[in-house]
């Protein structure tokens, strides 16, 4: 495998390179040479007019629903979908079946992701079956390749499991994963309450319902002393509770998705079950809120909460609806069409860097001698997003047709290419 990157503006501040548009060669997943200008004839060639390349990205909160709901998604249709969108390290959720909450469940995600363009990482449950009544096998799972711990869809509800939870992984320095929802407020709710749900006639999920899970969290992360990072976090006070906790030396750190930043409950009024997700869209004030936390560095992460739905689970009465959407493959559209004026390195350490960081991923940086972990991207083509070319084997997404900025033009990762067509 030999790779030529022609003009590539380098978006990684850990390297020399950085903001300096450079010819690259890969060889063999090898970056071999970082020069103003190479010839290789025996190279394939990817010119491309503004090509940008960072580090490779990272999503820390997918579904790819294998083992037991393969008709919504496969390890395979997923890589493709994160390939595709420029991720080359997923984190997938634990909410099979069997669910992943032991060692050898977490050995399957491993095995079967060998050989796929994009690293696969288990996020293995804290609660056996996801119950919520007992700690899984958190240090064998750790041992067999489990990234990080997470209830995924169905966050700890009970403090005294999420306190054992969070002193059990301090001894292997891993990171608890929490969904801002406590079930027992949210339960009956279908959209945020507030004018909209009242005007619309849908029973409302207060933003206490999250509020509430993220201050009880922070306070036991505080007591213990872990790692903690709530994502998918939809309101202004949850991002002030998170900034202040942070101030206060607690290590705690927040992600938001595309939708939380794109859509609010106004855009509900026509029932579109696309944008039914927990938590919530949120009222305009919380959404320009977030917008501001992602411009102001508050906010760490971006996470796509790539959750596939088959058809029937979307073609429906809102109130019977699934929630979620698929997201891997317009994370970047959207967050580029949001923020226009964002620096490269801004959106490459909201996409990549900080959660390498957060989750003591070694970092790939782009030098030569370097493994290529690399995401190639431009910033300024416009273009629809069409059903057609959607690679996830699930079609749930409120972004089909419409218009999204920057175009995701490949992976190299794993000694392997990946370019969009």
């Known amino acids: ?20 548009i450079k010819d690259i060669l890969v060889t063999d997943g090898i ?32 579904h790819f629903n294998d083992p037991g709901f393969e008709y919504k998604e496969t390890l395979e249709t997923g890589a493709a979908a994160a390939a595709a969108g420029g991720f080359t390290h997923v984190f997938v959720l634990p909410n099979t079946s069997p669910v992943i909450s032991n060692k050898s469940a977490v050995e399957y995600i491993v095995q079967k992701s060998k050989t796929l363009p994009v690293r696969i990482s288990p996020l293995g449950a804290i609660s056996k079956n996801l119950e919520g009544k007992e700690l899984s096998e958190m240090y064998d799972m750790h041992n067999s390749g489990a990234i990080a711990f997470s209830d995924g869809l169905h966050p700890v509800q009970t403090p005294g499991l999420l306190l054992k939870a969070l002193q059990y992984v301090k ?48 306070e036991l992360a ?20 998170i900034e202040d906790a942070k101030n206060a030396g607690v290590q705690v750190t927040c992600s938001v998705t595309p939708y939380h930043l794109t859509f609010c409950d106004e855009d509900l009024a026509e029932y579109d079950t696309n944008l039914k997700t927990d938590p919530p869209l949120r009222n305009r004030q919380d959404i320009l809120a977030l917008r501001k936390g992602v411009e102001e560095g508050k906010i760490d992460c971006i996470a796509s909460h790539h959750l596939p739905q088959n058809w029937d689970n979307k073609t429906c009465e809102f109130e019977y609806a699934a929630p979620g959407m698929i997201g891997l ?21 909201l996409l990549s860097t900080n959660a390498k960081k957060i989750f003591s991923i070694p970092p790939a940086n782009i030098k030569e001698g370097s493994a290529a972990d690399l995401t190639l991207f431009e910033r300024e083509k ?18 089909i047709n419409k218009q999204l900025k920057g175009k995701v033009i490949g992976i190299i990762n794993k000694e392997k290419v990946y370019l969009n067509d």
């Open 222 to 241: 505080k007591y213990t002393g872990s790692k903690l990072h709530i994502t998918g976090i939809s309101t202004a006070k949850s991002l002030q509770l």
């Open 31 to 62: 970056i071999e040479k970082i020069e103003d200008s190479i010839d290789a004839t025996d190279a394939e060639v990817v010119d491309y007019p503004g090509l940008m390349v960072s580090p490779g990205w990272v999503d820390i909160f997918s």
């Open 1 to 20: 495998m030999k790779l030529l990157l022609k003009q590539a503006t380098v978006s990684d501040t850990h390297s020399p390179y950085n903001g300096l």
């Open 329 to 349: 493959e317009t994370a970047f559209g959207v967050i580029n069409d949001l923020f226009p004026a964002m620096s490269a390195e801004s959106l490459t350490a």
């Open 171 to 218: 001894a292997i320095d891993a990171v608890l994963i929490q969904l801002p929802v406590d079930k027992s407020i949210a339960k009956f709710g279908l959209i945020n309450e507030g004018i909209t749900s009242t005007r619309i006639g849908l029973p409302g999920i207060p933003a206490i319902a999250e509020e509430l899970i993220v201050s009880r969290d922070i």
């Open 382 to 399: 416009e273009y629809v997003f069409t059903i057609n070319g959607i690679k996830s084997k699930s079609k749930n997404s409120p972004f």
